[in-house]
């Protein structure tokens, strides 16, 4: 008999697969990170929809929250299909704020005088108050 006959014989001690990790594989029961202290499926649909739509009324950091506080609904694909679709929204949403807040941030940062040449005056707040003549050292 050859090893390969010989390890067909042998149970497989995992039933789900060699490959697979239980906590990964498992779907959760709760869609919040709080588990069973936190909200039911129908009330975490609501909070749901309304850390989406407030997301859009310039508080783009409640998407943050949404996809943090229901963290088991954005991991798992195949949970929650109601409330997934915000919590995978907010996380789209919040991404693109990050890229657009990351890219004027660094524009600043990095392009300064250089990028904006004599208009960087106008657009820089560290000078009001000399522009204003509110400084005592003329």
Request: proline share 7%; charged share 15%.
């Amino acid at each position: 008999m050859d090893a390969s006959q010989s390890n067909d014989r042998i149970p497989n001690p995992n039933p789900r697969g060699n490959n697979g990790n239980s906590i990964t594989l498992s779907t959760p029961v709760w869609p919040t990170i709080d588990g069973p202290l936190g909200l039911t499926e129908d009330d975490s649909l609501s909070y749901a929809r309304k850390f989406y739509q407030f997301g859009f009324a310039l508080l783009p950091f409640l998407w943050a929250v949404n996809c943090f506080y229901f963290w088991p609904v954005l991991r798992h694909s195949a949970s929650f299909p109601r409330i997934r679709h915000y919590v995978l929204g907010s996380a789209v949403g919040f991404a693109v704020f990050t890229v657009v807040l990351l890219s004027w941030a660094l524009t600043f940062a990095i392009g300064g005088e250089h990028l904006f040449g004599s208009v960087w005056d106008k657009l820089v707040m560290y000078n009001v108050a000399e522009r204003l003549g509110l400084t005592g050292w003329s």
